[in-house]
């Protein structure tokens, strides 16, 4: 005999009541959860504007830095032209950008200031002193204006030193052919030292040119750029990483350079194609864990590639992931702050202008979400063009968490050697950013902003050492 069970409870609703209890309870759910979500990430965002307003009070220079300062620049009423002129090149320059790249435009001296407005730290500047002026021509100790383009910085703890590694490129700008990129014939790396990141003395070209063997990677009429440096502190070099190319960029590979000092000379070691791909603008990172990486523009610049170094940082291991696939991005620079990894990159339009855009990492591998346009100040245009330059490093600033020095080069095509640096403060923190990736629209990663300043100085009781 089955006896009936009092206690059980109805299992089957009728099919239509049973399916609407459970939507209901899944609707429920579903705001509950994005209830709880939008408080928790209006917590977090609270939270990190209340960090950043507790640095704003620790250290009065913060307010200075992330102030905005705007630009006004108006394009200015059309030349009385010629028919004849018309007939020969009949559009007008219309655009900021069009302006810049303009060699005979009226704003010329906005973008690029006269020799007579150069920075010369050897002179006392009095109150100018320590005074970044993004744009202007920066001289070396020498009175030479400094020569290192698409470069970047190491820092060494044993001679607590700033080294500053680029392209040495004070030679003519010419077009190998009517097609090509304007160019300058390959001198080599220049480097420049300094203790306080605003005077550099010139330690020479530490990576030379070849000026005979044709066969050579750095015969001069090939290609050097982006040269970035790191110490390896079990072998005790310096190495050298580089994009090598031929006048076509078709080589689009990495040179390796190695020294026992970082003012040289580096020895060349040789040219590969990373994993087997093409590599072109590129950089590398030394993680906290003294692991490196080597992050380049591959897949004809529509995605990057990332990978480990090995223990020497003389090769590739086999490990590699492809990141920020189909965005097409050059020029990145990489850096870390409590834990979590960044990277400002820039579009693919040759020495013109575009827009940069930051990106986020929780593993220096990936997977990389684009958080959007890093630029604050100016004005839209500037901030679309990056303020007329293109990434190419970014500085942590011992002593003070979360601010970076942006460093950018602002590309002269017309005289690529007269191209000029525009560096910024660059902050990590406020309120948090939405990465672009996600539809949902929640925020996950601290906001990366660089600030633009006409003149901008490092803080006062900064002391330039770690
Ligand atoms: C953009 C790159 O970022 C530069 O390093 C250089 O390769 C130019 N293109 C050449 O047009």
């Not at 010369?120 to 109150?127: E, H, L, V, W, Y």
């Not at 744009?135 to 607590?160: E, K």
């Not at 040179?255 to 040219?271: D, E, L, M």
């Not at 591998?365 to 100040?377: A, H, L, Q, Y």
Request: glycine share 6%.
């Amino acid at each position: 005999m089955r006896m009936r069970n009092k206690y059980k409870k109805p299992t089957s609703l009728n099919c239509y009541a049973g399916s609407r209890y459970r939507f209901s309870l899944v609707v429920c759910s579903f705001i509950g959860c994005l209830v709880m979500l939008h408080f928790y990430f209006l917590n977090q965002s609270q939270h990190s504007q209340h960090a950043v307003m507790r640095m704003n009070n620790e250290h009065p220079f913060y307010r200075d830095l992330v102030e905005v300062e705007d630009e006004n620049i108006k394009i200015p009423p059309p030349r009385k032209r010629s028919p004849r002129a018309i007939k020969r090149k009949p559009k007008r320059p219309t655009t900021l950008i069009e302006e810049f790249l303009d060699e005979s435009s009226q704003l010329r001296y906005l973008f690029f200031p006269s020799q007579r407005t150069a920075i010369d730290p050897t002179k006392d500047a009095g109150n100018e002193s320590l005074y970044y002026h993004p744009g202007r021509i920066w001289l070396d100790t020498d009175g030479n204006p400094i020569q290192a383009h698409g470069g970047g910085i190491l820092y060494d703890d044993r001679s607590r030193t700033y080294y500053w590694y680029g392209e040495y490129k004070d030679g003519p700008t010419y077009h190998a052919h009517k097609k090509a990129a304007a160019r300058v014939d390959i001198i080599g790396v220049g480097c420049y030292s300094s203790k306080d990141l605003w005077t550099w003395k010139n330690e020479g070209i530490v990576l030379a040119a070849e000026e005979t063997n044709e066969t050579h990677d750095l015969h001069k009429l090939n290609v050097l750029e982006r040269p970035k440096v790191i110490h390896n502190k079990n072998t005790n070099k310096y190495v050298m990483w580089m994009h090598v190319d031929d006048v076509n960029y078709t080589k689009a590979s990495v040179g390796i350079a190695v020294s026992n000092s970082p003012t040289g000379p580096f020895n060349y070691i040789k040219s590969t194609r990373p994993h087997g791909c093409e590599s072109r603008d590129m950089t590398i990172f030394k993680d906290d864990d003294d692991m490196a990486y080597l992050i380049y523009s591959s897949e004809d610049n529509s995605e990057l590639h990332i990978g480990p170094l090995t223990q020497d940082y003389l090769d590739v291991t086999d490990a590699m992931r492809r990141i920020l696939v189909g965005q097409h991005r050059e020029a990145p620079a990489l850096f870390k702050h409590e834990g979590t990894y960044y990277m400002v990159t820039s579009g693919c339009t040759g020495w013109a202008p575009n827009e940069a855009l930051a990106h986020a990492a929780e593993s220096v591998m990936g997977p990389w979400e684009t958080m959007g346009n890093p630029c604050v100040g100016g004005n839209k245009i500037f901030r679309l063009a990056t303020f007329f330059a293109q990434s190419t490093f970014v500085l942590p600033l011992h002593g003070f968490p979360g601010i970076f020095i942006f460093m950018a080069d602002r590309w002269n095509p017309a005289d690529l050697r007269d191209s000029r640096y525009v560096w910024l403060p660059l902050l990590v923190g406020g309120p948090v950013d939405r990465p672009l990736d996600y539809s949902f629209g929640f925020p996950l990663w601290p906001r990366v902003s660089v600030y633009w300043h006409k003149r901008w100085k490092l803080p006062y009781k900064w002391s330039g050492k770690k």
